[in-house]
Protein backbone atom coordinates (compact mmCIF):
# COMPACT_ATOMS: atom_id res chain seq x y z
CA UNK A 1 0.00 0.00 0.00
CA UNK A 2 1.07 3.49 -1.13
CA UNK A 3 1.86 5.81 2.41
CA UNK A 4 1.94 9.45 1.43
CA UNK A 5 1.21 12.09 3.62
CA UNK A 6 -0.96 14.73 2.23
CA UNK A 7 1.32 17.45 2.73
CA UNK A 8 3.20 16.13 -0.28
CA UNK A 9 2.13 18.16 -3.24
CA UNK A 10 1.43 15.61 -6.43
CA UNK A 11 2.29 17.72 -9.56
CA UNK A 12 0.01 16.01 -11.86
CA UNK A 13 -2.99 16.60 -9.71
CA UNK A 14 -1.83 20.03 -9.05
CA UNK A 15 -2.07 20.23 -13.31
CA UNK A 16 -5.28 18.90 -12.90
CA UNK A 17 -6.53 21.27 -10.75
CA UNK A 18 -5.11 24.01 -12.99
CA UNK A 19 -7.02 22.23 -16.01
CA UNK A 20 -10.18 21.30 -14.39
CA UNK A 21 -13.22 23.13 -15.48
CA UNK A 22 -14.36 25.66 -13.34
CA UNK A 23 -17.75 24.68 -10.58
CA UNK A 24 -19.92 27.19 -12.89
CA UNK A 25 -19.92 24.75 -15.06
CA UNK A 26 -22.32 22.57 -13.26
CA UNK A 27 -24.94 25.34 -12.23
CA UNK A 28 -28.26 24.18 -12.67
CA UNK A 29 -31.40 26.16 -11.49
CA UNK A 30 -29.96 28.40 -8.78
CA UNK A 31 -27.86 30.74 -11.09
CA UNK A 32 -30.87 31.71 -13.36
CA UNK A 33 -31.18 35.36 -12.23
CA UNK A 34 -27.35 35.98 -12.46
CA UNK A 35 -27.09 34.29 -15.87
CA UNK A 36 -30.09 37.19 -16.81
CA UNK A 37 -28.13 39.59 -15.89
CA UNK A 38 -26.91 41.88 -18.74
CA UNK A 39 -23.32 40.33 -19.28
CA UNK A 40 -25.12 37.53 -21.10
CA UNK A 41 -27.99 39.17 -22.20
CA UNK A 42 -26.88 38.50 -25.88
CA UNK A 43 -29.18 37.54 -28.20
CA UNK A 44 -30.38 33.34 -28.26
CA UNK A 45 -28.74 31.70 -30.90
CA UNK A 46 -31.40 28.59 -31.82
CA UNK A 47 -28.62 26.48 -32.75
CA UNK A 48 -26.31 27.13 -30.23
CA UNK A 49 -26.71 24.85 -26.90
CA UNK A 50 -25.33 25.47 -23.50
CA UNK A 51 -24.92 24.02 -20.04
CA UNK A 52 -23.51 20.95 -18.52
CA UNK A 53 -22.86 17.48 -20.43
CA UNK A 54 -25.14 14.88 -18.90
CA UNK A 55 -22.95 12.59 -20.89
CA UNK A 56 -21.55 11.11 -24.43
CA UNK A 57 -21.67 7.90 -25.73
CA UNK A 58 -19.13 6.90 -28.09
CA UNK A 59 -20.96 4.18 -29.18
CA UNK A 60 -24.07 5.45 -30.16
CA UNK A 61 -22.05 8.77 -31.16
CA UNK A 62 -24.53 11.08 -28.91
CA UNK A 63 -24.44 13.82 -26.21
CA UNK A 64 -26.80 14.75 -23.90
CA UNK A 65 -26.40 18.16 -22.76
CA UNK A 66 -28.81 20.17 -20.41
CA UNK A 67 -30.06 24.00 -21.18
CA UNK A 68 -32.67 26.09 -19.66
CA UNK A 69 -32.86 26.08 -15.89
CA UNK A 70 -34.94 25.68 -12.85
CA UNK A 71 -38.38 24.34 -14.33
CA UNK A 72 -37.47 25.05 -18.07
CA UNK A 73 -34.09 22.94 -17.62
CA UNK A 74 -33.93 20.27 -20.45
CA UNK A 75 -31.91 17.37 -21.98
CA UNK A 76 -30.92 17.71 -25.11
CA UNK A 77 -29.55 15.37 -27.36
CA UNK A 78 -27.57 15.74 -30.59
CA UNK A 79 -25.30 13.19 -32.87
CA UNK A 80 -21.67 14.08 -33.55
CA UNK A 81 -19.24 12.36 -36.02
CA UNK A 82 -15.46 12.94 -37.45
CA UNK A 83 -16.17 16.13 -38.34
CA UNK A 84 -17.56 16.88 -34.83
CA UNK A 85 -14.89 19.85 -33.65
CA UNK A 86 -13.85 19.97 -29.81
CA UNK A 87 -15.33 16.56 -28.60
CA UNK A 88 -12.94 16.25 -25.90
CA UNK A 89 -14.87 19.14 -24.47
CA UNK A 90 -18.11 16.76 -24.13
CA UNK A 91 -17.34 15.23 -20.96
CA UNK A 92 -19.81 14.12 -18.39
CA UNK A 93 -20.80 17.33 -15.96
CA UNK A 94 -18.28 19.85 -17.25
CA UNK A 95 -20.48 22.77 -19.17
CA UNK A 96 -19.91 22.94 -22.69
CA UNK A 97 -21.12 25.37 -25.84
CA UNK A 98 -22.52 23.26 -28.75
CA UNK A 99 -23.42 24.64 -32.26
CA UNK A 100 -25.35 22.07 -33.96
CA UNK A 101 -27.22 21.81 -37.69
CA UNK A 102 -29.84 19.87 -38.66
CA UNK A 103 -29.60 17.09 -41.25
CA UNK A 104 -32.43 15.17 -42.40
CA UNK A 105 -34.25 14.01 -38.99
CA UNK A 106 -31.05 14.12 -36.91
CA UNK A 107 -29.10 17.25 -35.13
CA UNK A 108 -25.58 17.27 -35.38
CA UNK A 109 -22.97 18.72 -33.24
CA UNK A 110 -20.54 20.34 -35.30
CA UNK A 111 -18.99 22.47 -32.88
CA UNK A 112 -18.17 21.91 -29.36
CA UNK A 113 -16.35 24.39 -26.87
CA UNK A 114 -15.88 24.61 -23.05
CA UNK A 115 -18.28 26.75 -21.15
CA UNK A 116 -15.79 28.67 -19.37
CA UNK A 117 -16.39 30.35 -15.44
CA UNK A 118 -17.26 33.67 -14.91
CA UNK A 119 -15.76 35.21 -12.11
CA UNK A 120 -17.86 37.71 -10.71
CA UNK A 121 -16.51 40.83 -10.16
CA UNK A 122 -14.35 41.74 -7.33
CA UNK A 123 -14.13 37.68 -6.79
CA UNK A 124 -10.22 35.80 -7.26
CA UNK A 125 -9.65 32.71 -8.01
CA UNK A 126 -7.61 30.12 -5.06
CA UNK A 127 -6.27 27.01 -6.34
CA UNK A 128 -6.23 24.08 -4.16
CA UNK A 129 -3.01 24.18 -2.85
CA UNK A 130 -3.45 27.99 -2.23
CA UNK A 131 -6.30 27.00 -0.24
CA UNK A 132 -4.65 23.70 1.60
CA UNK A 133 -2.33 26.49 2.89
CA UNK A 134 -4.65 28.78 4.21
CA UNK A 135 -6.32 25.88 6.45
CA UNK A 136 -2.57 24.48 7.27
CA UNK A 137 -1.79 27.85 8.96
CA UNK A 138 -5.43 27.85 10.22
CA UNK A 139 -5.44 31.36 8.38
CA UNK A 140 -9.53 32.36 9.81
CA UNK A 141 -11.56 31.98 7.22
CA UNK A 142 -15.38 31.37 6.61
CA UNK A 143 -15.45 28.42 4.37
CA UNK A 144 -18.07 27.37 2.22
CA UNK A 145 -19.48 24.30 0.54
CA UNK A 146 -22.36 25.61 -2.11
CA UNK A 147 -23.16 22.03 -3.22
CA UNK A 148 -26.28 20.14 -2.15
CA UNK A 149 -26.58 19.40 1.49
CA UNK A 150 -26.35 15.82 0.75
CA UNK A 151 -23.48 15.98 -1.10
CA UNK A 152 -21.66 17.98 2.07
CA UNK A 153 -23.06 15.45 4.19
CA UNK A 154 -21.13 12.30 1.89
CA UNK A 155 -17.87 14.35 2.26
CA UNK A 156 -16.78 17.97 2.45
CA UNK A 157 -13.21 20.11 3.47
CA UNK A 158 -12.15 20.37 6.85
CA UNK A 159 -14.20 23.44 9.05
CA UNK A 160 -16.86 24.02 5.34
CA UNK A 161 -20.04 24.72 6.07
CA UNK A 162 -22.50 23.65 3.95
CA UNK A 163 -24.73 26.65 2.46
CA UNK A 164 -26.62 25.36 -0.38
CA UNK A 165 -26.95 28.32 -2.75
CA UNK A 166 -30.81 27.97 -2.61
CA UNK A 167 -30.12 28.42 1.25
CA UNK A 168 -27.84 31.66 1.02
CA UNK A 169 -30.78 32.89 -1.47
CA UNK A 170 -33.16 33.22 0.78
CA UNK A 171 -31.32 33.86 3.78
CA UNK A 172 -28.85 36.36 2.65
CA UNK A 173 -25.93 37.40 5.23
CA UNK A 174 -28.17 35.47 7.62
CA UNK A 175 -26.14 32.00 7.33
CA UNK A 176 -22.53 34.10 6.56
CA UNK A 177 -20.40 35.60 9.30
CA UNK A 178 -20.91 39.25 10.80
CA UNK A 179 -17.58 40.12 9.85
CA UNK A 180 -17.79 41.25 6.44
CA UNK A 181 -13.97 41.84 5.82
CA UNK A 182 -13.22 37.65 7.00
CA UNK A 183 -11.62 35.92 4.35
CA UNK A 184 -14.90 33.87 2.22
CA UNK A 185 -14.02 31.14 0.26
CA UNK A 186 -16.71 29.50 -1.76
CA UNK A 187 -16.59 25.96 -3.51
CA UNK A 188 -18.42 23.22 -4.87
CA UNK A 189 -18.47 19.49 -6.69
CA UNK A 190 -15.93 21.24 -10.07
CA UNK A 191 -16.86 18.07 -12.10
CA UNK A 192 -18.03 15.24 -11.55
CA UNK B 1 -22.37 27.15 -7.84
CA UNK B 2 -19.46 28.38 -5.82
CA UNK B 3 -19.49 31.57 -8.37
CA UNK B 4 -23.13 32.16 -7.85
CA UNK B 5 -22.68 31.95 -4.14
CA UNK B 6 -19.80 34.14 -4.10
CA UNK B 7 -21.18 36.77 -6.74
CA UNK B 8 -24.26 36.88 -4.04
CA UNK B 9 -21.68 37.78 -0.74
CA UNK B 10 -20.34 40.66 -3.17
CA UNK B 11 -23.54 42.29 -3.37
CA UNK B 12 -24.32 41.30 0.38
CA UNK B 13 -21.23 43.51 1.04
CA UNK B 14 -18.56 41.02 1.58
CA UNK B 15 -14.77 42.46 1.11
CA UNK B 16 -12.75 39.25 0.63
CA UNK B 17 -14.64 36.65 -1.35
CA UNK B 18 -12.98 34.11 -3.28
CA UNK B 19 -13.76 30.83 -5.57
CA UNK B 20 -11.99 27.54 -5.09
CA UNK B 21 -13.64 26.73 -8.67
CA UNK B 22 -12.01 23.48 -8.98
CA UNK B 23 -13.58 22.76 -5.86
CA UNK B 24 -14.01 19.39 -3.95
CA UNK B 25 -13.06 16.99 -6.92
CA UNK B 26 -9.81 18.70 -6.90
CA UNK B 27 -9.41 18.48 -3.65
CA UNK B 28 -10.15 14.94 -2.81
CA UNK B 29 -8.01 14.26 -5.97
CA UNK B 30 -4.88 15.15 -4.33
CA UNK B 31 -5.53 12.91 -1.72
CA UNK B 32 -6.25 16.17 0.72
CA UNK B 33 -8.90 15.18 3.69
CA UNK B 34 -12.23 15.04 3.36
CA UNK B 35 -14.91 14.23 6.33
CA UNK B 36 -18.74 13.05 6.33
CA UNK B 37 -21.05 14.59 8.50
CA UNK B 38 -21.70 12.17 11.61
CA UNK B 39 -25.36 12.89 10.88
CA UNK B 40 -24.30 10.62 7.39
CA UNK B 41 -22.01 8.54 9.53
CA UNK B 42 -24.90 7.55 11.59
CA UNK B 43 -27.45 7.11 9.21
CA UNK B 44 -26.15 7.31 5.20
CA UNK B 45 -26.11 3.91 2.88
CA UNK B 46 -22.55 3.52 3.55
CA UNK B 47 -19.96 0.82 4.22
CA UNK B 48 -18.35 2.28 7.63
CA UNK B 49 -14.94 0.86 8.46
CA UNK B 50 -13.45 0.84 11.92
CA UNK B 51 -9.36 0.38 10.99
CA UNK B 52 -8.41 -0.26 14.55
CA UNK B 53 -7.03 -3.64 15.69
CA UNK B 54 -7.71 -6.20 18.32
CA UNK B 55 -10.63 -5.72 20.55
CA UNK B 56 -10.80 -1.50 20.69
CA UNK B 57 -14.04 -1.61 18.55
CA UNK B 58 -15.84 -3.94 21.06
CA UNK B 59 -15.06 -2.05 23.91
CA UNK B 60 -16.47 1.04 21.59
CA UNK B 61 -17.29 1.67 18.08
CA UNK B 62 -19.58 3.71 15.74
CA UNK B 63 -22.73 1.95 15.06
CA UNK B 64 -22.97 -0.23 11.97
CA UNK B 65 -19.18 -0.30 11.41
CA UNK B 66 -17.16 -3.42 10.25
CA UNK B 67 -13.50 -3.85 11.43
CA UNK B 68 -11.52 -4.31 8.89
CA UNK B 69 -7.19 -3.47 10.79
CA UNK B 70 -5.58 -1.32 8.25
CA UNK B 71 -2.94 -4.03 7.42
CA UNK B 72 -5.84 -6.06 6.57
CA UNK B 73 -7.76 -3.60 4.36
CA UNK B 74 -5.86 -4.21 1.32
CA UNK B 75 -6.93 -7.91 1.39
CA UNK B 76 -10.84 -6.82 2.41
CA UNK B 77 -10.83 -4.40 -0.83
CA UNK B 78 -12.62 -6.54 -3.38
CA UNK B 79 -15.34 -7.64 -0.43
CA UNK B 80 -16.22 -3.30 -0.86
CA UNK B 81 -19.09 -2.61 -3.28
CA UNK B 82 -17.38 -0.53 -5.87
CA UNK B 83 -20.28 1.76 -5.57
CA UNK B 84 -20.56 2.09 -2.13
CA UNK B 85 -19.85 5.62 -0.37
CA UNK B 86 -17.11 4.31 1.77
CA UNK B 87 -16.19 6.29 5.49
CA UNK B 88 -13.41 4.64 7.50
CA UNK B 89 -12.39 5.77 11.15
CA UNK B 90 -9.90 4.85 13.47
CA UNK B 91 -8.09 5.99 16.44
CA UNK B 92 -4.89 7.06 14.60
CA UNK B 93 -5.30 9.97 12.42
CA UNK B 94 -2.56 8.78 9.78
CA UNK B 95 -4.01 5.19 9.17
CA UNK B 96 -7.74 6.88 8.56
CA UNK B 97 -5.21 9.11 6.00
CA UNK B 98 -3.27 6.07 4.72
CA UNK B 99 -6.66 4.13 4.21
CA UNK B 100 -8.80 7.32 2.79
CA UNK B 101 -6.00 7.48 -0.11
CA UNK B 102 -5.61 4.18 -0.64
CA UNK B 103 -9.18 3.58 -1.41
CA UNK B 104 -9.60 6.25 -3.53
CA UNK B 105 -6.46 5.45 -5.44
CA UNK B 106 -8.28 1.95 -5.62
CA UNK B 107 -11.47 3.86 -7.68
CA UNK B 108 -13.89 4.06 -5.04
CA UNK B 109 -15.68 7.78 -5.72
CA UNK B 110 -17.04 8.51 -2.40
CA UNK B 111 -14.64 7.98 0.49
CA UNK B 112 -14.81 10.33 3.52
CA UNK B 113 -13.34 10.14 7.04
CA UNK B 114 -14.70 10.80 10.58
CA UNK B 115 -14.65 13.83 11.89
CA UNK B 116 -11.73 14.06 14.24
CA UNK B 117 -11.65 10.32 14.04
CA UNK B 118 -13.15 7.60 16.63
CA UNK B 119 -11.94 10.43 19.49
CA UNK B 120 -14.35 13.01 17.59
CA UNK B 121 -17.05 11.01 17.09
CA UNK B 122 -17.12 9.71 20.99
CA UNK B 123 -16.36 14.03 21.68
CA UNK B 124 -19.54 15.11 19.76
CA UNK B 125 -21.89 12.82 21.85
CA UNK B 126 -23.20 10.74 19.16
CA UNK B 127 -24.07 7.00 20.01
CA UNK B 128 -21.27 4.44 20.90
CA UNK B 129 -22.34 1.06 20.45
CA UNK B 130 -20.06 -1.43 22.62
CA UNK B 131 -20.20 -5.71 23.09
CA UNK B 132 -18.91 -8.55 21.36
CA UNK B 133 -19.27 -8.28 17.14
CA UNK B 134 -20.75 -11.14 15.58
CA UNK B 135 -20.17 -10.73 12.06
CA UNK B 136 -17.50 -9.19 9.91
CA UNK B 137 -19.59 -8.95 7.01
CA UNK B 138 -20.13 -6.24 4.58
CA UNK B 139 -23.74 -5.69 4.20
CA UNK B 140 -24.54 -2.78 1.45
CA UNK B 141 -27.54 -2.69 -0.76
CA UNK B 142 -27.34 -0.12 -3.25
CA UNK B 143 -30.66 2.09 -3.35
CA UNK B 144 -32.43 2.42 -6.88
CA UNK B 145 -31.71 6.15 -8.08
CA UNK B 146 -33.59 8.82 -9.78
CA UNK B 147 -35.24 6.89 -13.15
CA UNK B 148 -33.84 3.34 -12.45
CA UNK B 149 -35.95 0.38 -12.64
CA UNK B 150 -35.35 -2.56 -10.51
CA UNK B 151 -33.35 -5.69 -12.24
CA UNK B 152 -36.79 -8.12 -10.84
CA UNK B 153 -39.13 -5.26 -12.37
CA UNK B 154 -37.00 -5.33 -15.48
CA UNK B 155 -37.08 -8.99 -15.89
CA UNK B 156 -40.44 -9.10 -15.54
CA UNK B 157 -41.14 -7.18 -18.46
CA UNK B 158 -38.82 -9.07 -20.87
CA UNK B 159 -40.52 -12.26 -19.65
CA UNK B 160 -44.02 -10.92 -21.12
CA UNK B 161 -45.10 -10.29 -17.71
CA UNK B 162 -45.66 -6.71 -16.85
CA UNK B 163 -48.45 -6.29 -20.05
CA UNK B 164 -48.23 -2.61 -19.93
CA UNK B 165 -44.45 -1.96 -20.81
CA UNK B 166 -42.30 -1.58 -23.74
CA UNK B 167 -39.06 -2.33 -23.28
CA UNK B 168 -35.98 -0.79 -25.62
CA UNK B 169 -32.80 -1.96 -26.18
CA UNK B 170 -30.68 1.24 -26.97
CA UNK B 171 -27.53 -0.71 -27.58
CA UNK B 172 -26.40 -0.43 -32.18
CA UNK B 173 -28.30 -2.70 -34.55
CA UNK B 174 -24.31 -3.87 -34.09
CA UNK B 175 -24.34 -5.24 -31.02
CA UNK B 176 -27.76 -6.78 -31.10
CA UNK B 177 -26.41 -8.77 -33.86
CA UNK B 178 -23.69 -9.81 -32.33
CA UNK B 179 -24.84 -10.66 -28.99
CA UNK B 180 -28.66 -11.02 -29.30
CA UNK B 181 -31.51 -9.35 -27.90
CA UNK B 182 -33.99 -9.85 -24.70
CA UNK B 183 -37.04 -11.39 -25.53
CA UNK B 184 -39.99 -9.58 -25.94
CA UNK B 185 -37.74 -6.23 -26.58
CA UNK B 186 -37.39 -3.87 -29.24
CA UNK B 187 -34.08 -2.34 -30.45
CA UNK B 188 -33.77 1.60 -31.35
CA UNK B 189 -30.24 2.70 -30.91
CA UNK B 190 -29.85 5.56 -28.70
CA UNK B 191 -29.15 7.96 -31.51
CA UNK B 192 -32.13 6.72 -33.23
CA UNK B 193 -34.65 7.77 -30.48
CA UNK B 194 -35.35 11.70 -30.95
CA UNK B 195 -36.37 10.11 -34.90
CA UNK B 196 -38.02 7.23 -33.73
CA UNK B 197 -40.05 8.39 -30.94
CA UNK B 198 -43.17 7.66 -33.08
CA UNK B 199 -42.79 3.96 -32.45
CA UNK B 200 -42.56 4.29 -28.47
CA UNK B 201 -46.15 3.67 -26.95
CA UNK B 202 -47.47 6.99 -24.62
CA UNK B 203 -50.10 5.09 -23.04
CA UNK B 204 -47.25 2.22 -21.13
CA UNK B 205 -44.25 2.78 -19.40
CA UNK B 206 -41.24 1.86 -21.09
CA UNK B 207 -37.95 0.55 -20.04
CA UNK B 208 -34.89 1.03 -21.62
CA UNK B 209 -31.35 -0.61 -21.51
CA UNK B 210 -28.26 -0.73 -22.95
CA UNK B 211 -25.01 -3.08 -22.24
CA UNK B 212 -24.17 -1.47 -19.30
CA UNK B 213 -26.63 1.40 -18.42
CA UNK B 214 -24.99 4.55 -19.51
CA UNK B 215 -26.76 5.01 -22.54
CA UNK B 216 -29.86 4.10 -21.51
CA UNK B 217 -29.74 6.94 -18.71
CA UNK B 218 -29.41 8.67 -21.89
CA UNK B 219 -32.30 7.22 -23.34
CA UNK B 220 -34.03 7.67 -20.51
CA UNK B 221 -33.40 11.86 -19.83
CA UNK B 222 -34.23 11.90 -23.67
CA UNK B 223 -37.12 10.30 -23.71
CA UNK B 224 -38.65 11.54 -20.01
CA UNK B 225 -37.88 15.22 -21.45
CA UNK B 226 -40.32 14.13 -23.96
CA UNK B 227 -43.30 13.17 -21.73
CA UNK B 228 -42.81 9.36 -21.75
CA UNK B 229 -43.18 7.59 -18.34
CA UNK B 230 -39.78 5.66 -18.84
CA UNK B 231 -37.52 3.62 -16.53
CA UNK B 232 -33.71 2.77 -16.70
CA UNK B 233 -31.82 -0.31 -16.03
CA UNK B 234 -28.37 0.69 -14.68
CA UNK B 235 -26.76 -2.75 -15.06
CA UNK B 236 -24.46 -4.52 -16.85
CA UNK B 237 -26.89 -7.31 -18.47
CA UNK B 238 -23.75 -9.39 -18.78
CA UNK B 239 -24.38 -9.86 -15.11
CA UNK B 240 -25.77 -12.68 -13.73
CA UNK B 241 -27.87 -10.63 -11.61
CA UNK B 242 -30.15 -10.44 -14.72
CA UNK B 243 -30.75 -13.36 -15.72
CA UNK B 244 -32.70 -13.10 -18.83
CA UNK B 245 -33.40 -14.68 -21.84
CA UNK B 246 -32.08 -13.89 -25.03
CA UNK B 247 -32.88 -14.25 -28.27
CA UNK B 248 -29.93 -15.40 -30.37
CA UNK B 249 -30.06 -14.12 -34.06
CA UNK B 250 -29.51 -16.66 -36.75
CA UNK B 251 -26.22 -16.48 -37.85
CA UNK B 252 -26.05 -15.45 -41.74
CA UNK B 253 -24.34 -16.87 -44.14
Not at chain 1, 17 to 35: H, K, V
Not at chain 1, 82 to 101: C, H, L, M, V
Not at chain 1, 124 to 147: H, K
Not at chain 2, 219 to 248: H, M, Q, T
Request: glycine residues 8%; proline residues 6%; charged residues 25%.
Amino acid sequence: MKIRSFINFIPVALMLALIMSGCAQQQGATTASQEAKPAVAEKKDPFVLKGPVVGRSNKAKTISITVGSGAAAKTMMVRFDDQTEGIEYAKKGEAAIIRWEQRGEDKFATVIKPKLAKLPEGVTEINVDELYQLLEDQVPMTLVDARPELRYNQGHLPTAVSIPVPKLKEKKAEVLPQDKDKLLVFYCGGYT
Amino acid sequence: MSTANAGLAKKLGYTNVRAFLAGEPAWSEEGYPVYASNQFVGKGNIVLIDLRKGDAPVKGRIPRSVQIHYDELENRMDDIPRNAPVVVYSDNMEEAQDAYEDLKDEGFKTVAMVKGNFQGWVASGAEVESGPIFSNEIRWVRKLGKGEVSVAEFRQAIMGELPDTFVVDARTKDEVAELGIFTNTVNIPLDEIPKRMNELPKDKRIFVHCSTGARADLAYRELIGNGFDVKFLLLDISDAECDCPIIIPAKQG
